[in-house]
């Protein structure tokens, strides 16, 4: 699939959040590869109606974040430890799931595929992709869902119990 990789990335965390179905994501994807279509992942997710430039202006910025990272691997090789910390932690794993998944992920790498661990989890059946989303969710930041006006927030920068302003005025909290 010839995607740019930060329409991927892009992707990903709109499904990762909650915003699209990966149905839907599949279905703009194909709607990229197939229409000869120039336009941006986030262009047609816009047109058909999936996202409001609000919260795409919200998922780009959380995308800059993620791709400012100089040494993409390092940041990528941290996550996953810091993913089966999270699994772990949440009672769905045991520290030998880890280790297995860990060891075969690095199989995979030598034949020059790369999976992330999650991934790799998903593959031996030990997570679902629902489970990953969640440990996900709580590792890459948080969604606050204004209860006011209904607003999605995309939470990472700032302290667990910190308070902001939605924009329509409600004081909305960082979740613990
Ligand atoms: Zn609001």
Known sequence: MAMRPEDNLLGKIAVAFGFVSPEEMEECVRIQRDGGNPHLLGTILLERGYLTRDELRDLLEFQKEKLSSTDTRKVEREADRMFGFLAIQLGLLSQDDI??????????????????????????????????????????????????????????????????????????????
């Open 99 to 176: 280790r297995a998944a860990c060891a075969e992920q690095a199989q995979l790498a030598k034949r020059g595929l790369r999976f992330r661990l999650g991934e790799v989890l998903v593959g031996r059946g030990l997570l679902t992709r629902g489970q990953v989303e969640e440990i996900l969710r709580r590792q890459q930041g948080y969604l606050v869902i204004c209860p006011k006006c209904d607003k999605r927030h995309i939470v990472f920068d700032r302290e667990p119990g910190e308070k902001f302003e939605c924009d329509c005025g409600r004081e909305l909290l960082v979740p613990d």
